[in-house]
Structure formats: structure tokens, C-alpha cells
């Protein structure tokens, strides 16, 4: 059996483990490139207190790029060291390179590293066996976010199940139709699913 957070994959998700993520995507936006050096902090809050991440970068050889990363576990004791990070890139098909984190841990290729609470360093999702929240929410629970999150912009204030609220004042008829239509399509989802876990259970002890 699963525990918090987890599910009928057995795995808990990122979200769930509080993890903080380095993205790659974060360094290409930074100009990540051959022949540079440098360093920089990247800080994260952790339970509403700072945690900072020390991040030297060098693509100085173009075969062996890499960051290097200090900070602290995110365990008992607390104390960290620095480790390094490989860089490796991919060709584009209209020319340049894509960037990735080589995973200290697996020595696969990943786009975001992850530290989630308990971890000592940064590595990926599938070294940390970490899931997707969406991978584990079963279809009817899948169905009731959508449909909560769609009336909460329908601006409702009772229960979702209860189908569209009024329009707003501030919405236009053709937002509120499309919406409204959604609504009452998650919601006939969840009927359904509902409807055939209870016929499971009957079917089950009947």
C-alpha cells in the first residue's frame, strides 16, 4: 500500500515530496552556450525559508560541459556537498543544439532534476521514481478537478455538481457557453465513473 501521495503506480509524485526543480529550459533562457563560465545562486524556499543553490556553470570544453552544484541535503544531518552535473545536447534539426542534464544518478538524459524532501542531491524523476499527480489520479478523480477548477472560473460559490452557476456580469456569453459546456461534460464523466465503481462494489459483494 501506498502512502501519502501515493498511488495504484506505487509511486509518489514530485508535488507530493515538496521537490524543488532545476529546468534546463531556465539555463537556455539564460543564454546557456558553449565557452562560458560563471557562477550564481539559485534560490528556492523551502517550508517559507530560503535555500539557496550555489551554481558554477562551464562549457568551456565542449566535451565535458557541466554545472556544479553545492547546497545542502535535504536530510538529517543537513550538510551537503558539491557534485557535479554533466551537460549533454542533442542536434537540431534546423541547426544548434538542445541542452540536457545528464542525471548523476542514472546517467540518463533529463530536462528538470529534482530534490524532493529526504533527497541529498539534484537528480531526475525516474532515479527519484517520481510520478505525475495526474498519472495516479483515477478517471472520476481526474473528472472532479477539471470540473471544480472550471466552475471556480464559472465564478460558482455552491457545489460543482450542481451544474453551471449564473453567468458572471464581467463574462462574455460565448466564454460562459464554452465553459458551461465542459462543466456538464466533466461532470456527466464523473457520473459515470462513479456509477460504474458502485456497480463494481455491488457486483462485488452482491
Partial sequence: MGGRGSGRSGRPSYESTGSLVLSITTFARAGLRFGVRGYATLTF??????????IEIDTMVR?????QLTHE?????PIGGPYMVRL???PQPFGGVRW????????RRAVKLYLPLGGHQFWSRH??????ASQREDRKGRAQLQAIKIYRALGGDGHWMDGPPPKPKWMRWGTYDRLA?????????????WTAGAMRLLARYG
Wanted: net charge negative; hydrophobic share 30%.
Fill in 63 to 67: 566535451e565535458l560541459p557541466y554545472i
Fill in 100 to 107: 540536457w542534464f545528464e542525471c548523476p544518478r542514472t546517467g
Fill in 127 to 132: 532515479a527519484y521514481r517520481l510520478g505525475y
Fill in 88 to 90: 549533454i545536447t542533442s
Fill in 73 to 77: 541535503r535535504r536530510t538529517e544531518p
Fill in 45 to 54: 524556499t523551502c517550508d517559507h525559508e530560503p535555500f539557496p543553490v550555489a
Fill in 181 to 193: 459546456t465542459k462543466l456538464d461534460t466533466y461532470n456527466a464523466r464523473f457520473d459515470s465513473a
